[in-house]
């Protein structure tokens, strides 16, 4: 509370401060100087009166361990890092934590430790086939400190029944969808993750000059969250991901490969705030980290603060592919040939018809010449 009323304060106080520069304009549609001084002087008084309120409440919030992950069948990931106090940074970067030793533990005493390279805060834990009718939880040993999350049994995670991909028109984007459902009707909240690989191919083949084949990849960075209270003939559908029609990805050849896991309404819960906290981003009204309840404790020392859920469940995934001959990629108006007469500006290029800027034709602008093991 008091976080969001110094929000609250400072938001007043800064529009009123930008307001000022109008005033002159706003007295001269008075009807009187009288009452042009009374405005002047209640204007002033407020803006006085706004004081920034400092709190222990918001250095609290920094440095704390921030933990995001899921423990999974085969191989589960964990990132750590650490908050930062906003009002001290005017860029927002990541503090990873790669001091960490990670461990996923069984209540029958089995204990897994990620491998022992980290980078940027990741660790890898490879448990193998999760048993249904035993507990499991997440152990972490840092600076002295041990936290561990509550120990739960592993959610059976239905199979997605489809993912595909929709077009309305033309400047339209295309539009990624999951279709899934819980046979047993079980299984009733899902969040899914997804990694994205693609080939590119420039707007004009000038290979003799330029790369005209490329490949680059993404993770999914939003929190993608489903609710199979609402269904469509007893599916659940959900939007993935929209990738506007000029994008490079759709250049070539696209693929998602989307994974699925079951949480449980509390995780739902939690992760919802998340997502919410971070779309109102700014907003004197978003709540602060420390309203949001996650599973995970620090046991040495009881009242240190840590931001986190750990959700335990199967994982299931689907690939799909758009292709090149799917027509729906739309070569972007910056790249169509202009007729430039006299000196030609640099960074422009000749293709035959027209000259277009040089990453139209050279596909390193959008990624690199090293095609993936993999790809097809």
């Known amino acids: 509370m008091r976080k969001k ?48 309120y400092e709190t222990t409440s918001i250095e609290e919030m920094t440095d704390i361990l921030v933990v995001e992950g899921i423990i999974t069948d085969d191989e589960s990931t964990i990132t750590l890092s650490r908050s930062m106090n906003l009002t001290e940074r005017e860029y927002w970067f990541p503090i990873y934590v790669d001091n960490a030793n990670v461990y996923v533990e069984c209540d029958d005493g089995t204990q897994w430790q990620s491998e022992p390279y980290n980078l940027n805060g990741l660790y890898t834990i490879k448990t193998g086939q999760l048993n249904l009718d035993s507990r499991y939880r997440l152990k972490i040993e840092i600076d002295n400190y041990e936290y561990v999350s509550d120990f739960s049994y592993p959610i059976k995670t239905p199979e997605i029944d489809s993912v595909f991909w929709m077009k309305r028109g033309q400047g339209q984007p295309v539009m990624i969808h999951v279709a899934t459902h819980s046979p047993d009707h079980e299984v009733l909240y899902y969040r899914w993750s997804y990694k994205e690989d693609w080939e590119i191919n420039s707007d004009y083949n000038l290979s003799a000059y330029y790369p005209y084949y490329c490949w680059n990849s993404a993770n999914s960075m939003d929190i993608l969250l489903g609710s199979s209270k609402i269904t469509v003939f007893g599916q659940l559908i959900e939007k993935i991901i929209e990738i506007p029609p000029s994008s490079k990805r759709l250049s070539g050849l696209y693929r998602i490969t989307l994974k699925q896991n079951a949480i449980s309404k509390q995780a739902y819960d939690y992760f919802a705030n998340i997502k919410n906290n971070t779309e109102n981003m700014g907003s004197i009204f978003a709540p602060v980290p420390s309203e949001l309840e996650g599973n995970i404790a620090c046991i040495t020392d009881p009242g240190r603060p840590v931001i986190g859920y750990i959700v335990i469940s199967s994982t299931t995934q689907k690939i799909r592919y758009i292709s090149k001959s799917d027509n729906v990629y739309e070569r972007a108006p910056q790249c169509e040939p202009t007729l ?14 027209g000259y277009v800027f040089v990453n139209c034709v050279d596909c390193t602008y959008w990624g690199t010449t090293q095609k993936p093991d993999d790809w097809p």
Do not use: H
Request: aromatic share 12%.
């Open 5 to 52: 009323l110094l929000n609250l304060m400072f938001f007043m106080k800064k529009l009123i401060s930008s307001s000022i520069v109008r005033l002159y304009s706003i007295i001269q549609l008075l009807p009187s100087a009288n009452t042009a001084w009374f405005v002047i002087l209640n204007c002033l008084i407020l803006s006085g009166c706004l004081t920034d």
């Open 340 to 353: 430039i007469f006299g000196e030609i500006p640099s960074g422009y290029v000749n293709v035959g018809n």
